[in-house]
């Protein structure tokens, strides 16, 4: 089990998503940071209220009050995070959500269900810097 | 090139200018003679033309005879008759002068004749006379008598009988007598056949005058006639050029209804190509229950600034016009033969009216009409323009519904397919996600993160999981299908596509899903062309159909070899997918490619839906390629399938 030292946040308002994900990070990969918002209500203040300042974003799309594609934007208006990684995690994987996240400027996108063999090493490539669209 | 013109260019004719005597002469003749410009009449300028020559030639005969006299060398010209010729030219010469000067054909001959008789008539009389002056004399006489008139001739005559007896006893008086009688009986044979001559030359005269008149006549004819065709053509041009601008108007009319929308734009149409300010156009669109009477109103159009009046009338609807031909015209109310209609149009104050029914599938759906607060003979075009008015509006009337109705049936279809798009969209997302939980908290205790598993149960786990992944798979086919069959499949398309990526992505799924198979799994190198190039495609679905038929061929073969080949064709790449299973019968090939059919075959190896060659298929197709298959039963088989290197149609497509 590798150490993770970044951090890590999750955008997720179902709570079995959130829980899965929370045992695979946690349990399975041994993130040490990792932080959890059950909506997307006052999105950027809660992420700037979070103690350390997020390295990788996990967004799911269909979030309530404000989507994916508009927390996206919310993150790259403000210039402290140009530079965040942020991978859209979604269950919505038919081609024109796809395209729709190809074109919105995510760094990449896992398709839910997430998986406790591929998940890690998908997150690995994603901290190698490389784009991850694991859609299929 | 210059030269080849001057090679196809014609010699240059060069008339050289004429140097001979006789040439000289002719144009000295010409310019003698020649009539000015200002007689313009073919008759007269030939009577001038004559009259100085006539001069010229007495002139150079007379010369001639003074030379000859000087010379001596005719005995016989006495010194009398010198004086004759020389009075002769003399008056030649005057009146070739008196003809140039004043151009006066008329007086010049009637003077020359006088002139010459005088001359005939009086050398008998001089002593030492042989008259030879007189023969030169006659000779203008009998020349201009050629071109006299009758009323020319009527001098001749009356003159001649004076100057014959005439002066006879007046010389008597003096005591003088002719002293040559045979002389003067030879000039009187010879003025007698000139009066002959005359008389036969005036009536060749005639005749030519005659058949000049009747020219002059046919051509008048002619030219009257040429007038009335050319009447004829104007009115006619006239009668086209009024059709002419009525189709233009009706072209008009029609385009502007082709563009309108509202009843009051076709009025305004229709308004605009009529000329008449003393009647206005309305268009009343009735009620669409159309019963004995009907309310009109439900849209009233008037082509006054106002624009759009409403009713509350009844329209007298059994006096409107019940087919196309026909129109209600009536230039006066006050003679109207219906009281009912009279007392209609007399409460809004109007005098003449003249309506057409608009008809839409037969039915008359409103009239069009032109209204005047006087009585108002309408013209034929007014009339003409309304009778063919109604027809396109009618036309437009119903386009416009029809319009209406496909736009409506659009908006629709489009709620239809934005509603089942969402519902796809809702199914894969609300299936997806408690699977998303089932599969993982099972594979965390089956992983024992959440305590001790023993075998038994990591087993039951494990078939739980597998099922679970089926249920996706299954989900993601139905998906996949139902979008295929809606239309709804879009290609999410990329520009290069490294297809060894994708080969590579799809043998390790064929040797995952190999388990404990006795296959051998051969990347045929032979086959595979090592320089591949990148294509236009969308990746996630050509891994997708690569992946469906590796496992295919790992599902129904139990032992053998799964060989995989590719390579480029042409502008298209041939993908081959062979193994050596049990093949599949010819009459189950067609089968396997529809949906929700399962050969036995595939029923008793279960584990699929039955739904990812028809898939397959289609996402092979909509790349622009096709998917084939060979088999022979208890040989195996071999799914080939095609892809463009670069399709146009999906180089337009290209999302990213």
Known sequence: MTDYTQCFLYVEDDALSREILQIIMINAMGVHHLHVLEDSQDFMQKIVALPQKPDVILLDINVMPIDGFTMLQQIRADARYADTVVIALTASVMNEEVARLRKGGFNGAIAKPVNVMSFPSLIDRVLLSETVWHVV | ?656
């Open chain 2, 1 to 656: 090139m210059q030269s080849a013109l001057e090679q196809n260019s014609l010699p240059k004719m060069v008339t050289p200018a004429s140097t001979t005597v006789w040439s000289r002469i002719k144009r000295g003749w010409a310019w003698l003679t020649e009539a000015p410009a200002t007689i313009t009449d073919d008759e007269e300028r030939y009577r001038y033309r004559l009259l100085a020559g006539v001069m010229i030639s007495t002139i150079g005969v007379a010369i001639v005879i003074i030379l000859m006299a000087l010379s001596r060398n005719i005995r016989y010209i006495t010194n009398t008759d010198m004086l004759g010729v020389m009075i002769g030219v003399l008056i030649a010469i005057g009146m070739f002068v008196v003809l140039r000067r004043t151009h006066r054909i008329n007086i010049v001959a009637v003077g020359s004749i006088l002139l010459a008789l005088v001359v005939t008539a009086i050398p008998p009389y001089m002593p030492d006379s042989r008259n030879t002056g007189i023969y030169f004399t006659l000779l203008p006489v009998i020349f201009t008598g050629m071109f006299f008139r009758p009323r020319h001739l009527l001098i001749w005559i009356v003159a001649l009988p004076i100057f014959l007896y005439g002066i006879p006893p007046v010389f008597a008086v003096f005591g003088i007598t002719a002293h040559n009688a045979e002389t003067r009986a030879a000039v009187e044979v010879i003025i007698a056949i000139m009066l002959v001559m005359l008389v036969f030359v005036n009536e060749v005269q005639g005749l030519a005058r005659a058949r000049n008149q009747r020219l002059i006549q046919a051509n008048d004819a002619l030219r009257l006639s040429e007038a009335s065709l050319e009447q004829r053509v104007i009115n006619r041009t006239k009668e086209v050029e009024v059709a002419h601008r009525f189709s233009e108007k009706l072209y008009r009319i029609s385009a502007a209804m082709n563009r309108t929308t509202t009843a009051m734009d076709i009025i305004k149409a229709i308004s605009d190509e009529i000329e008449s300010h003393a009647f206005s156009t309305s268009l009343i669109l009735l009620e669409p229950a159309v019963t004995g009477q009907v309310q009109m109103g439900r849209i009233a159009a008037a082509s006054t600034p106002s624009g759009v009046m409403a009713f509350d009338v009844v329209l007298p609807l059994g006096n409107v016009p019940q087919s196309n031909q026909e129109m209600l015209v009536i230039p006066d109310m006050r003679l109207g033969q219906d009281p009912v209609l009279r007392a209609f149009y007399e409460q809004m104050g109007i005098m003449a009216v003249a309506v057409a029914s608009i008809f839409v599938e037969e039915r008359v759906i409103g009239i069009l009409s032109y209204t005047a607060t006087t009585a108002y003979d309408f013209s034929e075009e007014d009339l003409n323009i309304l009778r063919v008015s109604t027809q396109v509006a009618g036309a437009a009337i119903e386009r416009q519904w029809r319009y209406a109705e496909q736009v409506q049936i659009a908006a629709q279809m489009r709620a239809v397919d934005a509603m089942k798009s969402q519902f796809l969209a809702s199914m894969s997302h609300e299936l997806r996600t408690p699977l998303n939980a089932i599969l993982n908290f099972t594979e965390f205790v089956a992983l024992g993160m959440m305590g001790e598993v023993n075998d038994r149960q990591r087993d039951a786990l494990g078939k739980a999981t597998e099922s679970g992944r089926h249920l996706l798979s299954l989900i993601n086919d139905v998906l996949d299908i139902t979008k295929i069959e809606s239309g709804m499949m879009q290609l999410f398309v990329e520009p290069n596509i490294d297809l060894y990526t994708e080969l590579d992505a799809a043998k390790v799924a064929g040797l995952t899903l190999k388990h404990n198979k006795p296959i051998a799994y051969i990347e045929d190198i032979e086959d595979i062309d090592p320089n591949l190039p990148n294509i236009v495609g969308d990746k996630r679905r050509i891994r997708q159909v690569l992946l469906n038929l590796v496992s295919n061929a790992v599902k129904f073969t139990d032992a053998g070899t799964i060989t995989m080949s590719v390579k480029q064709r042409g502008d298209e790449i041939l993908f081959a997918v062979s193994d050596t299973g049990p093949g599949i019968a010819k009459e189950d090939q067609a089968q396997i490619f529809e949906p929700f059919v399962q050969t036995e075959q595939g029923i008793q190896h279960a584990g699929g839906t039955g739904l990812g060659l028809p898939i397959s298929t289609r996402l092979v197709e909509a790349h622009g390629g096709r998917l084939w298959l060979e088999s022979i039963v208890g040989e195996g088989s071999t799914f080939y399938f095609t892809l463009p290197i670069r399709s146009e149609t999906l180089v337009q497509q290209i999302s990213a």
